[in-house]
């Protein structure tokens, strides 16, 4: 073969330990506040819906947390997953720079959630809890943490936003599948659900109103916590997975990224992915970039505030010091329903505020247009999400040829698109809509 596409890390690569970014952060983040008193949140403020030694990885200053065994007998399920050089997307292109990227959608769930899925069901199993509450957009968190409560013993309920719920009945079905209980949200499952219903009962939901029924869950169920699949510094952690084997992988390749690129709705893929090239920055004097792309329509990083606010319409949530849009903000029913959120990861958020990131927005029909000319290279059809990821990809690609820049450029390919395709079949046939936040 001329050219090496391929670079596969054997299952003893699959990382022993998590990397956690805070401790090289070169300003300490601020802390979650409680809502009422606006002191710092205690560990017993979080006791109500997350296990100790969960909350523990949350507020952890360690560098690095070890996998737990049973974990990475379970990542070795699908882990190390591939990287992949993108020769004919290059081609088609008629650019210098070389493009590679990592992918995730080889797990059971078909997307990089199981990554966090795992160890979450795994810690509260360890911690006698009997049944996880969770919220779900379109369908990969939810489908992955059933899958892991499924794999532990555990019971799984699953609030999924509305609109997914009636749009996206595959990833339901998956859930149930798993063994999981799913109810659409706003539900008349909850207090807040039916407040809601009771306004609006056309209300297509949100992922904000979704959490919020999930921890109501949680604090009226005995022996049930409550599961979050993206946002929180524990699954920024448990994510790094991504990006330590992918380092490994381009050195296999012979060669480093000048420009990492991820999506990003909570923030997790990106966070996996890019955190530990952010370390290396920091801690070895290297100078990669990172790029974070999200929906114009849901723009967090790129046109929201950095301050505390909560994480649920509801307001019961710890204040996170995050880039938001406001917690009561409604995004638009676009096709990336996993980037529908009106926060961001405060860890990714504190990376932008000191420079450390960058980010960018695109309308959904320019991310079709990426979606497809990737599909038609590559063969791969991605999920909507990461599509967002390769628009800006192709961008950097163009700008090199322009240039003639021998770049390298890395993305995170989070998640295969085949539970997506009506959303292709609407672009395709000349029906994408481009509503503005
Ligand atoms: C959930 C999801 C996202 C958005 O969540 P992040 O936490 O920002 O990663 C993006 N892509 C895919 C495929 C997802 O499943």
Redesign the pocket.
Known sequence: MSQEVKFNLPASEIPKEWYNLAPDFPVPMEPPLHPGTREPASADDMRAIFPDNLIEQEVTQERYVEIPEPVREIYALWRPTPLLRAVRLEKALNTPAHIYYKY??VSPA????PNSAVPQAFYNKEAGIKRLATET??G??GSSLAMACQLFGIECVVYMVRVSFEQKPYRKLMMHTWGATVHPSPSLATDFGRKILAEDPDCVGSLGIAISEAIEDTIKTPDTKYAL???LNH?CLH?SVIGQETIKQMEMAGEGPDIVI???????????MAFPFIGRNLREGKSVKLLAVEPESCPTLTKGEMRYDFGDTAETTPLLKMYTLGHDFMPPSIH?G??R?HGM?PMVSHAKELGLIDAKSYPQSQIFEAAVLFARTEGLVP?P??AHAIRAVIDEAEKARESGEKKVILFNL??HGMLDLAAYETYLSGNMEDPRA
């Not at 078909?110 to 959630?113: A, L, N, Q, R, T």
């Not at 991820?262 to 996996?272: I, L």
């Open positions: 995730e959608g078909g997307s990089h959630k957009g379109a990969q968190w699949g993206s946002v699954v994510q991820g999506c990003a709705g909570g923030g997790s893929n990106f966070a996996g990336s996993g980037l959120y990861s999920a999400e990461p989070c998640g």
